[in-house]
């Protein structure tokens, strides 16, 4: 695929919105489906390989503008079916054609808190985009309408205004509200939990605020100052803070409430406990999670090499076990940070792969080499202990199962080496068991993850959870969603308190 | 965000330090350990075992050799001065019972973890029985409050500058030669003599649990940076540590981890010293 570059892809804009603006409101289906869906400018994939400045650059307002004409304002919303939080989609993405991008930041408001945030990182694809009208009448998924990259237009639009919106926070209540993690699904609790008038804390164990939006996803992917803003945001809605503390060795959690006063807590605290692959050779020198390698670097800075002083694996040959996000980020950063051949081992195919679909194409142009069908059957080591290569196995698909998926099937006798340094694992997390090893009352399913019922309470009375430690690892969007649900019961819960004092003070 | 309460140098390389922490004063025990940092945005975070709480000044105290650039910046900080990031306590709590006679190994830096816990053993009951050893002399730390806590005290140099010329591994054999036996031993050094007391300590049958220091990141089990293999099971040692069955406890592979980024780290600090060297002459 050749690269547009910025300038190229703003001025063709510029060309189709002289060509389309003047009947913008009556265009027949046909006709607007037939407008160029608008790619996504990006930075070189020659230069960005060396940097960590975002990738992918945004829209420009033509570009927008245009990309949102191509809506065809279906009255089925299948979009909105699809989306999680359930955004009226074509709603905003009417006021994006005319320019309207205050209401059109105001509808998607209206369901979703961290727009910038999800713009970037929701797998479109399989959610919102996977049905639309447009998609389906051109036959091609990545020809529907681009949601995702036009909500990023117009949350950038706000932040590039300045113009973000304090939400206005009720009167005082009195009522406290414990915050545990400050990933995507606690953020959203304490700015729900805060605007109805409680006191809001986020205790986080790190040193900065949002979780693997901050240590997980690099920068080339989510600037930090995209984070950051949200965060001031809270700062303003007087949310206290408190971080380097670790709920359940710092403080108990029951003791949040029964030392600290606090009235309702709801547990965020994330996936987080990397699994490896039980192979041989897993602790060598030169074998990290996931996890590790991009904390190394997103948050603790190791890829500035001439300042931090935590320091970061020096590799020429690396091979990712995986196929999903985490593994698209750690082999993207092992590129940047210097290694010159970068294998993603995956034992399915393409198709299979969780990872979103412009991370993938986004590897690619960058130089990543995809080694679909094999697996990693032992690592070997040289004499200091260090990685020093890796046996794989290749695998064929089989015939369809019931489910009419082809599985892989391993070809016996097809082990070979790959030369690599170092081995980077990728394949999931399972749930850290800090906080339900030091709660004996919380119930947890035989992975650990925490049982809620439908408006994320626990079995522990006034203790709420969501997110990644209640679904398992899944996506920012869904971790937002359960935050809203479990802040909406937290929320009526405390009204129904206050209530009830009152009456009772009468 | 912490502040220096008190600064003291114990031997050459080795310092120690109160820190205010009224939290992490009041829920730590004896074998928890915290994570610090100097500096929020480039820091490296340096994992120290809690030697000692004061719950009444709100504090806890930390005792570090100086090994790299992170903890030679440490030790130049002073009373008053700000440390960012303090998180803990960290890990599992060492478990504590009436055991019967307990050897409590400790070398080198090493003696400063052993401490609390020889305390609470000897709260609890147990005969203590206490080594500690270092390589020479100046090595040595915290000799009298060990020596108040021992039933029995044997303190050993490798050169012999002071007290007996042995590694802590000879009167450790001794005493599980005696009848009867010792119950359980405790060692906390430098990965080597905790695999040697193991090593010393296997054919005896005496169960020994050892505390390891291996490299962390953010010390709540998210990173897995800290694994070891014990037995024949990966385990991490700040959620499932620090303290593990010493006979089980794969040291070679611990070792060469700890070493992962020993040429790194070289580097950086003799390009650090570098910079030192060039600043105090531009200063002259
Ligand atoms: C590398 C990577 C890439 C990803 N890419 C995408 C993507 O492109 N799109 C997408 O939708 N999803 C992606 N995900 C998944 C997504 O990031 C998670 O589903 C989401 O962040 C979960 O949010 P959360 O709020 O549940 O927890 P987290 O974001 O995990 O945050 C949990 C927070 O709790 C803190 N914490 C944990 N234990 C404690 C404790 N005991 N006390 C105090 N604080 C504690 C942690 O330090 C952390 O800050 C990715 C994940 C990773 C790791
Ligand atoms: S399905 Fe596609 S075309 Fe229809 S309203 Fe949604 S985004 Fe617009
Ligand atoms: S230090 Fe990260 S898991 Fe132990």
Known sequence: MSHHTHEQLAEEAKKLIAEYLYKIDDMKAKERTKIPPQEMPAQDPEIRSHNLDEVALGYTMEQ????????????????????????????????????????AVGVIKEASLLPAICGRVCPQETQCQANCTVGKALKDVDKSVAIGRLERFVADWERATGKIAIPEIKPETGKKVAVVGSGPAGLVVAADCRREGHHVTIFEAFHKLGGVLRYGIPEFRLPNDIIDKEIDVLKAMDVEIKTNFVVGRTRKLTDLMDKDGYHAIFVGTGAGLPMFMGIEGENLVGVFSANEYLTRANLMRAFDKGHADTPIYQSKNVAVLGGGNVAMDSARMAKRLGAENVYVVYRRTEVEMPARKEEVAHAKEEGIQFSFLQNAKKILGNDKGRVKEMQCVRYELGEPDASGRRRPVLIPNSEFILNVDTVIVAIGNGSNPLISQTTPLLNVNKWGNIIVDETQKTSVNRIFAGGDIVLGAATVILAMGEGRRAAAAINKMLAEEIEKEKTAMN | MSKILFKKQLSKDVYMMRLDAPLIAEERSAGQFIILQLDDDYGERIPLTIADADTKEGSITIIFQVVGKSTLQLSEKNVGD?????????????????????????????VAPLHPIAQALKKAGNNVITIIGAR??????????????????????????????????????????????????????????????????????????????????????????????????????????????????????MMARLNSYKELEREAHSCFLEQEIKDKEALR
């Open chain 2, 82 to 110: 700000i440390i960012p990031t303090l998180v803990g306590p960290l890990g599992k709590p060492t478990h504590i019972d009436n055991f019967g006679t307990v050897v409590c190994v400790g070398g080198g830096i090493g």
């Open chain 2, 136 to 253: 020479t002399k100046d090595l040595i730390i915290l000799e009298d409050e060990m020596k108040n806590i021992a039933d029995e005290f044997i303190l050993c140099t490798d050169d012999g500058s002071y007290g007996r010329k042995a590694l802590v591994t000879v009167p450790l054999k001794e005493i599980c030669e005696r009848s009867p036996k010792p119950n359980m031993v405790i060692a906390i050094g430098p990965p080597i003599m905790m695999k040697f007391c193991s090593e010393t300590t296997r054919p005896y049958e005496v169960f020994t649990q050892v505390s390891l220091n291996t490299i962390m990141v953010d010390g709540t089990g998210m990173c897995g940076g800290c694994r070891v293999n014990v037995g024949k099971e990966i385990k991490f040692v700040c959620v499932d540590g620090p303290e593990f069955d010493g006979h089980k406890v794969d040291f070679d592979n």
């Open chain 1, 64 to 103: 927008a503008r245009i990309e949102a004409m191509r809506c065809l304002q279906c009255v089925k919303k299948s979009c909105v079916d699809d989306c999680p939080v359930k955004i009226d989609i074509p709603r905003f993405i009417n006021h994006v054609a005319h320019e309207e991008y205050d209401q």
